[in-house]
């Protein structure tokens, strides 16, 4: 089989795809607690719904930025590894 070797990562391209991973799973994660059954709050309104429905925009948000602040970091400490020891081999 003739391997290829991914040499280097750029880190900005890697960036924008974790941090879209990140937006997507943080949706997902907000509409999970959307959905959760909510607690009876002292007033009689349901406390968890109000938290939910911060936590489906926050969430995106938030992970979206880490996903793509690590997907840089990552992309940088892969470069430098993959100078070390050589990068990943694939079967294309």
């Known amino acids: ?6 040499k280097r990562v ?5 960036g924008k795809i974790l941090g879209a991973f ?6 997902l ?3 999970l607690f959307l959905s959760a059954p909510a607690p009876m709050s002292m007033t009689g309104m349901p406390g968890m719904y ?4 911060v936590l489906l ?3 995106p948000i938030v992970y979206g930025i880490v ?3 690590m997907g840089i970091v990552y992309a940088l400490i892969y ?7 050589g990068g990943i081999r694939i079967d294309i």
């Open 10 to 14: 750029e880190p900005l391209s890697l």
């Open 29 to 31: 994660l907000g509409l």
């Open 57 to 59: 925009v926050l969430l």
């Open 79 to 85: 470069n430098w590894l993959a100078k070390q020891i």
């Open 1 to 6: 089989m003739a391997y290829k070797q991914i």
């Open 67 to 69: 996903g793509f602040i």
């Open 22 to 27: 990140g937006a997507i799973s943080g949706f």
């Open 50 to 53: 109000n938290l939910g429905a």
